[in-house]
Nanobody
Framework: QVQVVESGGGVVQPGGSLRLSCAASGNIERIYTMAWHRQTPGKERELVADSTGGGTIVYAEFVKGRFILSRDNAKNTITLQMNSLQPEDTAVYYC?????????????WGQGTQVSVSS
């Protein structure tokens, strides 16, 4: 059994910062990708930032220069430092991990954490 759990959402004023954390646990053989996605009502889920096991990090254009993804392979965790938040960043943020269990890679998702940016 594998679990992916996010934490750290909340309410912040425009221009503020929040830090999201995600931890994967369970019967994990290896984690390939760990990533953050977000979704607002009526829209498709979109990629925010993605990291491979080799250390490559890719950011969506709309967060470049504002968000920073960090990954700790030893702890199976990633964090997303979100700075200069704007109302359009309001969304449910999901952590996703591609994890090898019993020799097979599958995608696992967290339950999501709400981020609200409002004055």
């Amino acid at each position: 059994q594998v679990q992916v759990v996010e934490s750290g959402g909340g309410v912040v004023q425009p221009g503020g910062s929040l830090r999201l954390s995600c931890a994967a646990s369970g019967n994990i053989e290896r984690i390939y990708t760990m990533a953050w996605h977000r979704q607002t009502p009526g829209k498709e889920r979109e990629l925010v930032a993605d990291s491979t096991g080799g250390g490559t990090i890719v950011y969506a254009e709309f967060v470049k220069g504002r968000f920073i993804l960090s990954r700790d392979n030893a702890k199976n965790t990633i964090t997303l430092q979100m700075n200069s938040l704007q109302p359009e960043d309001t969304a449910v943020y999901y952590c996703q991990a591609t994890i090898r269990v019993n020799g097979l890679y599958s995608d696992y998702w967290g339950q999501g954490t709400q981020v609200s940016v409002s004055s």
